[in-house]
């Protein structure tokens, strides 16, 4: 069986050679030796994180005319995730190996240590997840604060000064896209876990009657999302939580979970976290956090629906639903069959050969294209490689530029899954591939 066809460990391996060989994802400081489980984005990684964003922004807040966006502060008032709730409770159960002195996650292991087999482990006690600092020169209590783990909270402390500048009435939603941070016991799995990450997060506030009409809302619309953008439907499940899993804010909450190489995992939480977040922060801040109609006199806490989705652990998903590896003319070739708009480069422009006549014409295509699409440029070696070398980073469309070119005024086209080749005009190109890409 091929890697792709597999859904094993060999796939796995296959994406993260890849994303190294290509430029997608490096270990972080490789030069220092990295260091645990942080990864840097090379430059494919930048563009497709980048498209993964996108997307989700342009769901999320730019089709949408009831969601706002934010972008909050990373350090915070350390008061904030006292009202959260983080503090006292955004912990892992620790346990430490007496024998080989490694640290997992009790919840995670079966009593037995999974590096050296001992049981002599010690009691589990709770280590909290949050990052500390201090802010400013002194390092006493008093200037301790925290990387924030979750994007959300930011979305929580600007609500009246959201909705108040903006003239928002529920249901609407502030959106946020970020960096979070968690000193996981246990990070691993390639970008699935790290302790840096980049959370994409939809609050969405709405009246307490409606709440449960807007989870399921979003539990179809998230689900859906995903499936556009290229994930096979047998690869995507809606899990529900039961109740003794529920977070201590949720009345209810549903993950949408991929078919990793090791497993189903978790790609994004939908969580009804009632007005929980609103009334805590109210009680701590002694503020009030409610909406309130003067020309009805109607006055409530608004109940949250929390679509909160992981963009860094998204892409890894992205990537391994889009490996795939087949034959075209008797030769072996790995392609990425990503989504248009997920691709790092949407097209590639390659001149046949490095004549001069021909580089000029090709870079007067790129020039054309460039402002369209994100565009790779590639004259190196033959062409047959180059096509190999773009199937394999995911490009969806070549555009080759021949001798021919300098006569008829056209190019050829290649499509990344099918390999057929079309000859285009020159002048019709931009909007033929416009309208491939979509
Ligand atoms: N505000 C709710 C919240 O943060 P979560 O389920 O803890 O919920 C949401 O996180 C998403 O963030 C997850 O579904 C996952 O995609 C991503 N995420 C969480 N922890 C992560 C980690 N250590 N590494 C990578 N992604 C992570």
Known sequence: MSIAAGHGGARLEAVVNLCKRRGFVFPSAEIYGGIRSTYDYGPLGALMLRNVREAWWRAMVQERDDVVPIEAAILTNPKVWEASGHLATFTDPLVDCRSCKERWRADQIDGRCPNCGSTDLTEARPFNLMFKTFV?????????????????????VNFANVMTTMRLRP???????????????T???????????????????????????????????????????????????LRRHAAEELSHYSAGTADIEFAFPWGWGELEGIANRTDYDLRAHAAHAGVRLEFY???????????????????????MAFLLAAYDEDEVGGERRTVLRLHPRLAPYQVAVLPLSRRAELTALARQVLAGLRSRFVCAYD????????????????????????????????????????TEQVRLPLDALGDELARRVG
Not at 136 to 156: H, I, K, N, W
Not at 171 to 185: K, L, T, W
Not at 187 to 214: C, D, I
Not at 295 to 312: D, L, N
Request: aromatic fraction near 12%; charged fraction near 30%.
């Open 293 to 315: 109609d003067q020309a009805s006199g109607e006055r409530y806490v608004p109940h949250v629906i929390e679509p909160a989705a992981g963009a860094t652990r998204t892409m």
């Open 136 to 156: 400013g020169p002194v390092e006493d209590d008093s200037a301790v604060a925290y990387l924030r783990p979750e994007t959300a909270q930011g979305m929580f």
């Open 171 to 185: 249901p609407f939603g502030i959106a946020q896209i970020g960096r979070s941070f968690r000193n996981e016991i």
């Open 187 to 237: 990070p691993g799995n390639f970008v699935f876990r790290t302790r840096e990450f980049e959370q994409m997060e939809l609050e969405y506030f709405v009246p307490p009657a409606e709440a449960a009409r807007y989870f399921d809302y979003w539990c179809q619309e998230r689900l859906a999302w995903y499936e556009r953008l290229g994930i096979p439907k047998d690869q995507l499940r």
């Open 379 to 418: 004259d190196a070696q033959s062409i047959g490689r180059r096509y190999r070398r773009q199937d394999e980073i995911g490009t969806p469309l070549c555009v080759t530029v021949d001798f021919d070119s300098l006569e008829d005024g056209a190019a050829t086209v290649r499509d990344r899954d099918t």
